[in-house]
Every structure is written in structure tokens, then in C-alpha cells.
């Protein structure tokens, strides 16, 4: 006979272990204890998570043939990552996050303008 093996959680918050003969049930009793012990974190946690969704869908599409039609076809090495950061001395992820605003004008009237 084999030995049943239990699937142990620990809270992450507390520190707490929950135990199930299956993931799914120890994370089951997991998800009751957070929203019963920590509901604030767990609300905080999910619009945390809803935000960092939408922000992905907003980006989705940031693709170097919309950069293009954005920047015009001078610049069409802008939409790689090396090239963004050395322009801009900035980590590409925040560049992208912010070139569709403000930013985009900045690049086009200082640093791209000759
Ligand atoms: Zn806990």
C-alpha cells in the first residue's frame, strides 16, 4: 500500500499551512482562510491584477509596423529595444508604456529632429 501523500499550502500573509489530498482542495481551503483573513489584501491583490491586465491589453498591438506608422519611416529602428534604450536612456518597457503619449512628441520634436 502506498503512502498517501498530502499537498501542503502556506499562507503567504500569515504563514499558515493547509493541507489536501489534492492541489485543488489545499488551495481551496487556502482561498477561504485569505478571504476570511486577509479580505483586504486579497481586494487590494485583484485590482492590482486588473489593472496590470488592462495596461498589457493597452499595449498589446505596440508593434514596430504601428510604430512606424506612428513615427513615420525615418524611424523605423526605433521599435527595437537597444536602439529605444540608448535613445532614451530609459528601461524600453517604460518607453513603450509611455509612447503613445506625450513622450512620442518629445522624441519627435528634440531628439529624432536633426
Ligand atoms: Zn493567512
Same mark, same amino acid.
Given at each position: &500500500?502506498?503512502?498517501?501523500?498530502?499537498?501542503? @499550502?502556506?499562507?503567504?500573509?500569515?504563514?499558515?499551512?493547509?493541507? %489536501?489530498?489534492t492541489?485543488?482542495?489545499? @488551495?481551496?481551503? &487556502?482561498?477561504?482562510? @485569505?478571504?476570511?483573513?486577509?479580505?483586504?489584501?486579497?481586494?487590494?491583490?485583484?485590482? =492590482?491584477?486588473?489593472?496590470?491586465?488592462?495596461? #498589457?491589453?493597452?499595449? #498589446?498591438?505596440?508593434?514596430p509596423? $504601428? $510604430?512606424? !506608422? +506612428?513615427? %513615420?519611416? !525615418? =524611424?523605423?529602428?526605433?521599435? #527595437?529595444? *537597444?536602439?529605444?534604450?540608448?535613445?532614451? %536612456? !530609459? *528601461?524600453?518597457? #517604460?518607453?513603450?508604456?509611455? =509612447?503613445? %503619449?506625450?513622450?512620442?512628441?518629445? @522624441?519627435?520634436?528634440? +531628439?529624432?529632429k536633426?
Open positions: &500500500m502506498t503512502k498517501r501523500t498530502k499537498v501542503w @499550502l502556506t499562507c503567504s500573509r500569515c504563514g499558515r499551512r493547509f493541507s %489536501g489530498d492541489k485543488t482542495e489545499a @488551495l481551496n481551503k &487556502m482561498r477561504r482562510h @485569505l478571504w476570511k483573513e486577509h479580505r483586504d489584501w486579497m481586494v487590494k491583490r485583484i485590482k =492590482v491584477g486588473q489593472r496590470k491586465a488592462r495596461r #498589457e491589453k493597452e499595449l #498589446e498591438g505596440l508593434n509596423a $504601428l $510604430l512606424k !506608422k +506612428i513615427f %513615420g519611416s !525615418k =524611424v523605423v529602428g526605433f521599435a #527595437e529595444r *537597444p536602439v529605444i534604450e540608448k535613445i532614451t %536612456g !530609459k *528601461p524600453y518597457e #517604460e518607453v513603450k508604456a509611455q =509612447v503613445l %503619449g506625450f513622450f512620442a512628441d518629445m @522624441l519627435m520634436s528634440g +531628439i529624432l536633426q
